[in-house]
């Protein structure tokens, strides 16, 4: 299936996975991108030298095209920058921030820049600063959130802007990816069922969270601090909640969360770690390989949309 993205980012299949972070690391990405797709390095808060050493061993694993996520808040985001230059990363993707500063030598080195954005003002902006693309990201996602739905979200963007679209939130199947694609999208980053991969390092007793999820056990926590992350229900998030409604801080709220998620993917503690999950998690029902998914979901979404398989 050839779209615009396909073209732009050198890939087989107009699938992204997202950059998560303690998850999107060189297995996964490698995996992915061995598979047709676009698999994407997390940098996430991790010094340069480690996104570094990540690069080089994706590499080693793939001639295919392989992405970095840069983190736009993390105080190391100029030094991660820097690192994916120097390594020839053709493909970045952004959150939490403007990606503007970086996109003159971005662009200069032949790097395609792509933030992900939760609403057409932002969307909009992007395109103005000469992005080459936008993911369109829904409150269906797991992990950091804003307030449209995909289905409100996509086809809003793809009508204001020029640059491709990329389709981000509650995505996991080729019923969505055909979904997508009606609503405006050229493309779709999916994270969640990624997150349950054979070739994801995230422990087995996060991948049977999500796997032994139903539809109603993802909930948000940080509404009242601004920013609300989905995540899948336990100890932590309930505790959470009660202190957000009973007033707490944000330093409290804070500390509560820190280093969870690491704990979640690292150790598998599914009672106090942060289990970031899409609310697609529901329909996550088994472990595959990247290829598998990614045949799987083509398969589903080219006979939808009337293509030969």
């Known amino acids: 299936m050839k779209t615009r993205i396909t073209e732009l980012l050198g890939i087989e299949y107009p699938i992204i996975q997202g950059g998560m972070a303690w998850v999107a690391e060189h297995h996964l990405a490698a995996a992915v991108s061995k598979a047709g797709g676009l698999g994407i390095i997390g940098a996430a808060s991790a ?9 080089r061993k994706a590499k080693k694993m793939t001639d295919k095209p392989i992405g970095v996520n840069i983190m736009l808040m993390n105080p190391n985001a100029p030094e991660v920058a820097r690192v994916v230059l120097e390594e020839g990363v053709k493909v970045v993707t952004t959150g939490a921030g403007n990606p503007a500063k970086f996109i003159r030598d971005f662009k200069e080195a032949g790097v395609k820049v792509i933030p992900v954005v939760a609403s057409v003002a932002m969307a909009k902006m992007m395109e103005r600063c000469g ?3 936008v993911v369109a990201e829904g409150c269906e ?28 939130g509650g995505i996991g199947d080729g019923r969505g ?5 009606m609503l405006g999208a050229e493309a779709v980053q999916m994270g969640t069922r990624f997150v349950v991969a054979e070739e994801s390092i995230v422990h087995k007793n996060y991948k049977e969270k999500i796997i032994k999820a139903k539809d109603i056990d993802s909930e948000v926590t940080g509404r009242s601090t601004g920013h609300p992350v989905r995540q899948i229900r336990n100890q932590m998030s309930r505790k959470y909640l009660r202190l957000e409604k009973e007033g707490a801080g944000l330093d409290e709220l804070e500390h509560l969360t820190l280093g969870s998620l690491r704990r979640a993917v690292m150790d598998g503690d599914v009672v106090n770690g942060t289990l970031m999950a899409g609310q697609i998690a529901g329909m996550v029902k088994r472990e595959q390989t990247c290829r598998e998914m990614i045949q799987e979901i083509m398969q589903e979404a080219e006979s939808l949309l009337g293509k030969k398989g």
């Open 47 to 55: 010094p340069a030298e480690v996104v570094r050493e990540e690069i």
């Open 131 to 133: 992005v080459d693309a």
């Open 141 to 168: 996602s797991g992990g950091h959130i804003g307030s449209s739905t995909t289905m409100c979200l996509v086809p809003q963007v793809a009508d204001a802007v020029q640059i491709p679209v990329i389709a981000a």
């Open 177 to 181: 990816f055909a979904a997508a694609f």
